[in-house]
Structure formats: structure tokens, C-alpha cells
């Protein structure tokens, strides 16, 4: 079995699709594998299995909004390989998105 480190930038639909169906409820501190890389850098990452691969996915914001969006059905065959295929991600689109939603129930 291949192990591969995949970056948010470098995942595909076909491995997010994984990680939404390995963790449908989002990931907690016991799913979380700690390592350090070559550089000696300490890496957070989730892991998913295929038949000949396990995936060890770095962890990040970025990657936890990918899997709340993630449609199956946003993508054909083609696309399930495609990095470039998911959209870009900004946390801080997000937080301003949510600072907006609280500002409106203020009103209320």
C-alpha cells in the first residue's frame, strides 16, 4: 500500500469524497494523526483508504469548509480527479459571512 500526503491545494473530489463519506460528522482529535515531515515540520492529517492508497490529508480551515460544501452530485466523472475542479475556499469570506448572520439576529 502506497502512503501519499496530500495538501488542501492538491486534493480531488475523488479523495474529498472519501473524507466526507470516512467523516460525516466532521473530524475530532482522536482521527487526527501528528507527524513530522523531511523538514522536520509537524503535520496534522486525517486518513482515508483506498484499495492501494492511504491518503494522509494535512488538516487545515480550509479543508473543514471543503467538507461541510462537498455535493457529489457538483461533479461529473471527469472532475472527480481534477484538483482544480473544487472551488477555492476563504476562511474569511466565512467569518464575515458569520459576523453578518449574528449582526441580523442583533437586529431582531
Keep these: 500500500m502506497r502512503n ?11 479523495v474529498l469524497q472519501l473524507l ?24 496534522h492529517a486525517v486518513e482515508v483508504k483506498t484499495e492501494d492508497v492511504k491518503y494522509l490529508v494535512k488538516i487545515s480551515q480550509k479543508l473543514e469548509m471543503q467538507m461541510e460544501a462537498f455535493d457529489v452530485d457538483d461533479y461529473d466523472d471527469a472532475d472527480m480527479a481534477d484538483p482544480d475542479a473544487l472551488p477555492e475556499m476563504d476562511p474569511n469570506a466565512e467569518a464575515a459571512e458569520i459576523a453578518d448572520e449574528e449582526s441580523d439576529e442583533d437586529e431582531d
Excluded at 4 to 13: A, R
Aim: cysteine-free.
Design 4 to 14: 501519499v500526503i496530500v495538501d488542501y491545494k492538491k486534493l480531488t473530489p475523488d
Design 20 to 43: 466526507v463519506a470516512r467523516y460525516p460528522d466532521g473530524y475530532g482529535d482522536d482521527d487526527v494523526i501528528t507527524f513530522k515531515n523531511h523538514k522536520n515540520e509537524t503535520i
